[in-house]
């Protein structure tokens, strides 16, 4: 077999866009032959999926995955160029088998790296490879979150809002396993989730949970503001821990009006189950994903994306 250079890798990666590793893998399939190593990148697929690689992908699904039972939960997002192909049946496929397949894993990098759970004799990055030849979008797993209760009695719950722009994945603990499966608790749980969902400015579960210093933060904001530079010092402190109570609470789940009962807060509703099944009950942790978010999109119609694909000016 002719040695595969690193100047021949790049080369090729110049010709067909593709990644390093495809290209280098390309070359040893067709003992260096730079030509014949571009065709078999293209008969793969991987040629074409890499030229799009650099192409802003801010549309796309959030999706989860539960397992059944409860005791593992997934929440994922996964991000294409246009909300057309969000929408397309095998774009939604692999945005579920993507979820599922990261409940066993711990980084995006080592999920591209498994073997697909749909087809064992490719890794999920080929998988992924083989849809964007297909749809011909860049499509990229951004983030994913996996919980897991372990030997811990309790649920793991996810809501997903507005046709996967917005999910969420929660877990919540009791002390048996018996309370774990009670029709209140499981309602709770579901409940908390949609709770997350319509509440964008909940960032922790309680008081407790916030870090100290973004207390001592928005103090010094509050004491520095000019509608307080006249008032006396101790009247001054009211107001101000008046405002940082607030401003916390809106930050916790527990201290949030319940959505399906305005008049009770969410803690009011955990106490309630507590109650009816007679068990501790605690909102462990949760994750809020919204589709995009952070992501700097190109103001482009789906218009103009086909015209330039199509090379029309």
């Not at 409860?70 to 945005?95: H, M, P, S, W, Y």
């Not at 509608?227 to 201290?255: C, F, H, S, W």
């Not at 909102?283 to 199509?310: C, H, P, T, W």
Request: charged letters at 30%; a negative charge; aromatic letters at 4%.
């Amino acid at each position: 077999m002719a040695e595969i250079s690193a100047k021949l890798v790049q080369e090729l990666r110049q010709k067909t866009g593709a990644g390093m590793m495809d290209c280098k893998k390309a070359l040893k399939e067709t003992d260096g032959d730079i030509e014949k190593a571009g065709d078999w990148l293209r008969q793969k697929g991987i040629a074409s999926a890499g030229k799009k690689s650099d192409r802003i992908a801010a549309e796309g699904l959030v999706d989860t995955y539960i397992q059944p039972g409860g005791q593992v939960g997934v929440l994922i997002e996964v991000n294409c160029q246009t909300d057309f192909v969000a929408r397309n049946d095998a774009f939604k496929a692999l945005v579920k088998s993507l979820a599922k397949q990261a409940a066993t894993a711990d980084t995006v990098e080592s999920l591209l790296a498994q073997p697909y759970v749909e087809d064992a004799n490719v890794t999920v990055d080929e998988a992924i490879k083989q849809v964007i030849a297909t749809l011909g979008e860049n499509i990229q797993v951004r983030r994913f979150v996996n919980f897991a209760l372990g030997d811990t009695p309790g649920v793991v719950d996810s809501y997903i809002h507005t046709g996967g722009r917005v999910g969420v994945l929660v877990q919540l603990n009791t002390q048996t396993k018996e309370a774990s499966s009670n029709e209140e608790f499981q309602s709770l749980a579901k409940n908390a989730a949609m709770q997350v969902a319509a509440c964008p400015n909940v960032e922790y579960v309680s008081i407790d949970q916030i870090p100290a210093e973004l207390a001592t933060k928005e103090k010094e904001i509050e004491m520095g503001k000019d509608d307080l530079a006249n008032k006396p010092e101790n009247i001054k402190e009211k107001i101000v821990q008046g405002r940082i109570d607030k401003r916390l609470k809106e930050m916790t789940l527990l201290d949030q009006p319940y959505i399906r009962d305005q008049s009770i807060s969410v803690e009011d509703l955990v106490k309630q189950v507590k109650s009816k099944i007679g068990e501790e009950v605690q909102v462990n942790r949760f994750v809020r994903y919204v589709l995009g978010e952070g992501i700097e999109k190109n103001e482009i119609s789906f218009a103009d994306e086909v015209a330039a694909q199509m090379g029309v000016k």
